[in-house]
């Protein structure tokens, strides 16, 4: 039987949950952590909310791992975090109904810097900090500064802003492009890196912000 954490949250069946742990198992090795220790600290934030930690941690290396865990946890309905550097603030990276957390901080490689057009193409665990250190000798700089070495992905999630966005705008008017595994696993692309889109919804500024505040967090 399921153990109900609040009256919209409940942990996947054991038996459901098993059957996930033991797949991505032989699917990641060692890069699927269930260690207690390992599993608080990817639960850990600066939150007034009591530390929720994960079933297990898997480290992702490359989007087609991201891809197999959110599709082995689709199929036993078993939730999915992801975890960028764990410094918001209102508990978005907690697991109030268990579930994997997906580490994203080995996912770091700036892929594309287009200086002429002001733009690049990075991995979502490259730290605001790491890119600016890298854009740093082409006299470039990433102006969103929230006031933690956050990873990209997780200020794009949070929709991060900062004292420089009085000037340069939050994380909204920063991100392009997204590419987006879904909850069934398959891939979306938001948008290119030209400025001007004329063409169909505007999926970017969805994803932006999405995890503002976890469901957990008081209203
Ligand atoms: C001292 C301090 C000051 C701050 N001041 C400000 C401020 O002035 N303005 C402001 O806007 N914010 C501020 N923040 C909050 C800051 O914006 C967030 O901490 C930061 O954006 C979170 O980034 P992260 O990499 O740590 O994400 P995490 O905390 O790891 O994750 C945040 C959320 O994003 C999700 N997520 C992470 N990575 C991805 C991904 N690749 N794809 C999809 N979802 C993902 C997670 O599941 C979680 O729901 C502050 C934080 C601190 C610690």
Known sequence: M???????????????????????????????VTSQAVREQHAHTTTWLPTQPPDAVVMAQET????????ICAANRVPVIAFGTGTSLE???????????IDLRDMN???????EDLDCVIQPGVTR???????????????????????LGGMT??????????RYGTMRENVLALKVVRGDGEIITTGT??????????????????????????S
């Open 109 to 115: 490689k700036v892929l594309e810097v287009h200086a």
């Open 157 to 166: 999630s949070t929709r991060a802003s900062g004292t420089n966005a009085v």
């Open 193 to 218: 890196r030209a400025k001007k889109s004329s063409a169909g919804y505007d999926l970017t500024h969805l994803f932006i912000g999405a995890r503002v505040r976890s469901a957990s967090s008081p």
């Open 64 to 71: 087609a791992d991201i891809q197999d865990v959110v599709r």
């Open 129 to 151: 900090k790491a890119l600016n250190e890298y854009l740093r000798d082409q006299g470039l700089f990433f102006p969103i500064d929230p006031g933690a070495d956050a990873s």
């Open 91 to 101: 508990g978005q990276v907690n697991a109030p109904a268990g579930g994997v957390c």
């Open 2 to 32: 399921a153990t109900t954490i609040s009256s919209n949250l409940t942990r996947p069946e054991p038996q459901a949950l098993k059957r996930a742990i033991d797949a991505l198992a032989a699917r990641f090795g060692n890069r699927l």
